[in-house]
């Protein structure tokens, strides 16, 4: 049974939700002196919940709105959901049951966390599950809208939320300190769902969903997405000039070296599959550069 469940909800991709989990807490750390074993397990598995619903709830929709079925049906189209519902692996019912089960663990672990923590934690609880729902979800549905909200939701979802609530459940209040560090993993994870769209974009276009690369074109949606990769570091940078990280996590730069020279083979317009190496190069990037991150963290707090 567990084995299917982690790829209906996409269990490997768990960690970018993790990652920036435990450099909040290790913020805390290192800033406050406060660490909390316990509340940080809770507040990992509050996250981890949170997440895979996220994934599942979004495949709910997408399969309900028929993008789904149009990124099965278009030729080349490379389908990034997890196929339980377009192949009928899960029935509908089935499906949609371990998804609000993911939501029910989510919702104990905020409330449980916000008793212990604070009432912020709801704060910080809601705004995710706002995101997560209506990303696809109407009448908002964030990822159709083609306007960068889609980008904006991931950045708060993966970087800001996540870093600030989890250093908010050690530390009992906020920094300015964990708003920057959240900034290079949150848009790393952005960089992440941003490039996935070139999969399958011409489905998107036909079934209606409006993300910047159906509206941009590749052309221009891929100097977006190498922005976002330069943002994404140089926020790592800031992140040294203010303290936030000690100079040596300046070690996490060269884990961009990869995903940069991907770009390098990539022309104006490519074939769907042409994006594999992108989209595994960017999952890499993120993790690698997180995992680095949290190694410094853990060094500085030995250090003090």
Not at 220 to 240: E, H, K, M, T
Not at 270 to 298: D, E, F, Q, W
């Amino acid at each position: 049974m567990f084995k299917p469940f982690m790829k209906a909800s996409r269990f490997r991709v768990i960690p970018v939700m993790l990652i920036p989990v435990a450099l909040g807490a290790l913020g805390a750390y290192v800033w406050e002196g406060a660490f909390h074993p316990l509340l940080f397990l809770l507040t990992l598995f509050g996250a981890g919940a949170a997440h895979l619903f996220s994934n599942m709830i979004n495949d709910l929709w997408d399969y309900k709105n028929g993008t789904d079925g149009a990124a099965k049906g278009t030729e080349g189209a490379i389908s990034t959901n997890s196929g339980f519902l377009t192949n009928g692996t899960w029935s509908f019912g089935k499906f949609r049951l371990v998804t609000w089960l993911l939501f029910a663990l989510a919702a104990a672990s905020g409330i449980a966390l916000s008793i212990l923590s604070g009432w912020a934690v709801i704060v910080f609880g809601l705004a995710g599950a706002f995101i997560a729902y209506f990303y696809v979800a109407p009448p908002i549905r964030f990822g159709y809208r083609g306007k960068g909200y889609s980008e904006i939701a991931i950045l708060l979802a993966f970087g800001v939320l996540p870093v600030t609530g989890a250093y908010y459940v050690q530390a009992g209040g906020l920094d300015y300190r964990a708003l920057l560090l959240s900034l290079p993993i949150g848009l790393l994870t952005t960089l992440i769902l941003f490039n996935h769209h070139f999969l399958h974009w011409e489905a998107d276009r036909s079934a209606g969903k409006r993300t910047l690369v159906v509206v941009w074109g590749e052309k221009r949606a891929l100097r977006f997405s190498r922005a976002l990769l330069l943002l994404a570091y140089a926020s790592l940078i800031v992140c040294v000039m203010t303290a936030a990280l000690p100079l040596y996590a300046l070690l996490a730069l060269p884990t961009a070296v990869p995903i940069y020279l991907v770009y390098g083979r990539l022309q104006a317009h490519n074939p769907s599959a042409a994006y594999l190496p992108l989209m595994g190069a960017s999952l890499k990037a993120t993790v690698r550069c997180g995992a680095v991150l949290i190694a410094v963290l853990i060094i500085q707090g030995a250090l003090h």
